[in-house]
């Protein structure tokens, strides 16, 4: 079942001999529970296409359709509740807020949404995360690979129907990189989750179900499973 379609995306910065084509005509569909990474060279337009597909940058033209729902036709007040609701992201940096703890930190969409926090799926979260015992410390009180548990609970608290990372281990060693690997592949299992993530990792992506290779803003290569990385 498709949970997410692209079609002839682009984007464009600047203008006349300082134009640059991050990406340039774009096209393909995710169905529902797929773990895809998308790979590139930096400056490949990678990063471009995954904020857009979170609602976080608006496309020059093209479509990206969530669910169903055409992402670019809403309001900006219904883009907001999308990017809360419809998306997880998780960035390389973490981005937690310093002055909140881990719970505050993992809680924040949904209170920023106005709505309830879900005590069950936050003790769950923590739990699954590794995190008990430190529901009470703050960022500069975690390793590396603590804080990025944390964003990896914020982007999944809300329950969203795609989870969208950006070089998720770009900051990690190796031991912890790939416990935040199997992290998100739990997530993608347990909680049904499709996962897109954009890594230089060769071996992150050689455990998704799908690869897609991008450069100069276009798509080279799409694997449609387990076929490795040349």
């Known amino acids: 079942m498709e949970i ?14 300082n134009k640059v084509h991050a990406l340039d005509g774009v096209s393909f569909s995710v169905n529902k529970g797929e773990f895809v990474a998308i790979i590139g060279p930096s400056g490949s337009g990678k990063s471009t296409l995954l904020h857009i597909l979170g609602g976080v940058d608006r496309p020059t033209s093209g479509k990206v359709f969530m669910d169903g729902c055409d992402v670019y036709a809403q309001s900006e007040e219904k883009l ?34 106005g709505r309830k926090v879900n005590g069950d799926r936050l003790k769950e979260l ?9 529901e009470h410390h703050l960022p500069n009180q975690l390793s590396g690979g603590q ?5 990896i609970g914020r982007a999944l608290m809300n329950a969203p129907a795609v989870v969208l990372a950006d070089e998720p281990t770009g900051n990690l060693d190796s031991k912890n990189s790939q416990e935040i690997l199997e992290l998100l592949k739990t997530s993608n299992k347990k909680y049904g989750q499709t996962l897109i993530v954009i890594t230089h990792d060769e071996s992150i992506a050689l455990q998704a179900d799908r690869i897609i290779s991008i450069e100069d803003g276009r798509i080279t290569r799409d694997t449609g499973g387990k076929e490795g990385v040349t």
């Open 4 to 17: 997410l379609r692209v079609e002839n995306l682009r984007k464009t910065y600047g203008t006349g001999a």
């Open 80 to 113: 907001a509740v999308f990017r809360r609701r419809q998306v997880g992201l998780i960035y390389q940096f973490y981005n937690l807020i310093p002055v909140l703890n881990v719970s505050e930190n993992i809680t924040l969409p949904v209170l920023m949404d």
């Open 126 to 134: 923590i739990a699954t995360l590794g995190l008990k015992g430190r």
């Open 147 to 151: 804080q990025q548990r944390v964003s």
